[in-house]
């Protein structure tokens, strides 16, 4: 497999590199001299004429040092936003001069973007004669030669580079190319899809303590809000989905798997949610086309980051009924992973059976370094920041009021803007799914259609001072080291997908008579067991809704129950919980314990007497 790796290399255009001994060199670098068999094809439809040979040429081999002879003019630019540059080959439109090495070079602020409408170039194998080389940073090597056209963009910040180089042998009619810098965009006439809103701590309750509250908004925040409006997903819940990023038409393999041979030479992995033999209606899946093969990383090792409990036997239990302030933002930089500590639990993930809540709560972006859950599913529940996840997948933006699922054993990465909070429910067996509607009918609470998947998004970028892989295996911490982005998915097939939902979606059912609905009627999301009508975990919501019963207690009721309940608050204030229970804050009732006695008594003396 190592060897395979070694002699695969595809560029983030998804074509073929050439080998880089067949690169021009670089200003101070020598040259390179090869010996190669004399290929005369040419492509048709390219206008040619024969050149005078060099003296030492002979039919069967000659030499050929790239970066040598005359030098047209070198040029290093500068261009403004919206400004444009043109550049051709020697003569254009005659054809252009042998012997030949041309270097332009453009940076600008904004993104660049090369267009080249018809090129015709001496064709040759590999386009080691005469050939025009682009480098754009990340965005990779192009080589190009023969009758084609180009159109080739450049991240913002990165340089864009050129050169067209010719030898003896024949030449053709050139390229007469356009670069363009992006024009800078009038943050005014953007159209956001959100609202930005400040106001101070604990709204509509009492300052928690005295506090410093900046609020700022900068590039980096408008870049997340303009990205809010551009992305896309595919729409469904449990459904068979296939894409392909639009820079790699046709990575998708067709009709089957795994073929002998992948397009771009990309290679087929499938990632499993369920057992071979699950039942069909409930096998989960995914076909994978990378670039690398996940398995090209070093060894796992251990380490401390974040603060996880995986032996609930250890831990001193109380029945008491708990509640927490808001969780801390930290002083210091900390990202998502390192910024996760448990709440409760119960079971055991080294058994697969159980649960756990997490909060986070960080101010970094995760840089090189992505994370994974051997032990199952996480549902995220942002609170405060936005999240810009980018998985195998694709990208999703989540924001608080929405939720997002990354299932078991899939890689994502999390960059924050600012101070990010939330919390997590894991759990450790099977899979989060849609509860059963029973006689409401076909129609309501979350529907099929509002839940999110990211489309295919990939970047083919070496990070030669080693990417970080986290893996959470049976409740402990392990880092690999690997020298690529493990986000190098062209295209994908299958159901075994991460998704997101806006909460604001929800389809409330309620009493439009009297007494209350059980809470069940609340239920988003919820994770089978293998006893019928029985859970492992449900993520209930509480959403703003009409309460018209009559005659009827409108708070919730006094109960004791079979299962335990841990409580966050997004936002607003929650109707049994008027004082001491705020955003970012957590309660947790436990099993038969039953509700607070204090606070429920007087909000039940003010509502029962009104």
């Known amino acids: 497999m190592a060897d395979r790796t070694a002699r695969r290399d595809v560029d983030p255009g998804c074509s073929r590199r050439t080998p880089k001994s067949w690169y021009s060199p670089q200003r101070g670098e020598s040259s390179r ?7 005369p094809v040419i492509r048709r439809g390219v206008s040619i004429s024969k050149a005078k040979a060099a003296p030492n040429a002979s ?10 002879g005359n030098r047209c ?19 254009y439109p005659s054809n252009y001069n042998n012997n030949y090495y041309c270097k ?25 004669r005469d050939a025009l080389l682009v480098w754009g940073g990340s965005a990779g090597y192009k080589t190009l030669c023969g009758s084609t056209s180009l159109t080739y963009t450049v991240a913002t910040g990165s340089t864009l580079s050129i050169v067209f180089k010719t030898d003896w042998w024949w030449t053709a009619k050139g390229f007469q190319c356009t670069v363009t810098c992006a024009a800078a965009k009038d943050v005014s006439a953007l159209h956001l899809p959100i609202k930005v809103k400040v106001t101070s701590g604990s709204l509509t309750q009492s300052f928690q303590r005295v506090r410093s509250c900046p609020h700022a908004i900068g590039p980096s925040t408008i870049s997340v809000m303009s990205e809010l409006k551009d992305l896309q997903y595919l729409s469904g819940f449990g459904s068979e989905f296939a894409s392909e990023d639009p820079r790699c038409p046709g990575a998708l393999p067709q009709n089957q798997n795994t073929p002998q041979k992948c397009p771009y030479g990309l290679y087929a992995e499938q990632l499993s949610g369920t057992a071979f033999t699950a039942e069909r209606e409930e096998n989960r899946r995914t076909w994978f086309y990378r670039i690398r093969p996940s398995v090209c990383h070093r060894t796992f090792t251990p380490i401390l980051s974040g603060s996880f409990i995986p032996e609930w036997d250890k831990i001193k239990s109380t029945p008491n009924q708990l509640r927490w302030r808001p969780f801390d933002i930290p002083s210091v930089a900390t990202d998502f992973v390192d910024g996760l500590n448990t709440v409760c639990g119960a079971g055991d993930p080294r058994t697969r059976h159980g649960c756990a809540v997490h909060v986070y709560a960080c101010n970094a972006s995760m840089t090189d370094k992505a994370f994974y859950n051997s032990d199952g599913d996480l549902l995220i529940v942002p609170q405060l920041g936005v999240l810009r996840v980018t998985t195998e997948y694709g990208k999703l933006i989540v924001k608080p009021n929405e939720i997002c699922v990354i299932q078991q054993g899939m890689k994502f990465s999390v960059e924050v803007i600012g101070e990010s909070r ?26 099929s259609r509002h839940f999110f998947t990211p489309k295919a998004w990939f970047e083919d970028r070496q990070v030669p001072a080693g990417y970080k892989v986290v893996s959470k295996f049976q409740g402990q911490m392990f880092q690999a ?24 979606k929800f389809m409330v059912i309620n009493s439009v008579s009297f007494d209350h609905c059980d809470p069940s009627i609340f239920t988003v999301l919820t994770c089978p067991s293998t006893k019928p009508g029985v859970a492992i975990a449900d993520f209930v919501i509480f ?24 409580m966050g608050l997004i936002q607003g204030s929650y109707e049994a919980k008027e004082e001491g229970f705020l955003p970012g804050g957590a309660s947790l009732h436990s099993i038969m314990t039953g509700v607070p006695g204090l606070r429920f008594t007087k909000l039940w003396r003010r509502l029962r007497f009104e």
């Open 33 to 39: 001299t090869l010996v190669l068999p004399v290929l």
């Open 481 to 504: 080291i690997q020298e690529h982005s493990p986000f190098d998915v062209p295209a994908w097939h299958g159901n075994y997908v991460p998704y997101k939902y806006d909460l604001s």
């Open 543 to 566: 959403p703003p809704r009409w309460s018209v019963q009559e005659h009827t207690f409108r708070p919730p009721y006094y109960h004791r129950n079979c299962m335990s309940e841990f």
């Open 104 to 128: 332009w070079t453009y940076t600008c602020a904004k993104q660049l973007t090369l267009s080249c409408s018809n090129i015709q170039i001496q064709w040759s194998l590999f386009c080691w």
């Open 73 to 91: 003019t070198t040029t290093n630019t500068a261009l403004t936003a919206g400004a444009t540059a043109t550049i051709q080959s020697p003569n």
């Open 59 to 68: 039919s069967q081999r000659f030499f050929f040092g790239l970066g040598t």
């Open 422 to 447: 939330g919390y997590i429910l894991e759990v450790f067996d099977g899979h989060f799914t849609l509860p059963n509607l029973g006689p409401i009918g076909a129609n309501g609470l979350a529907l």
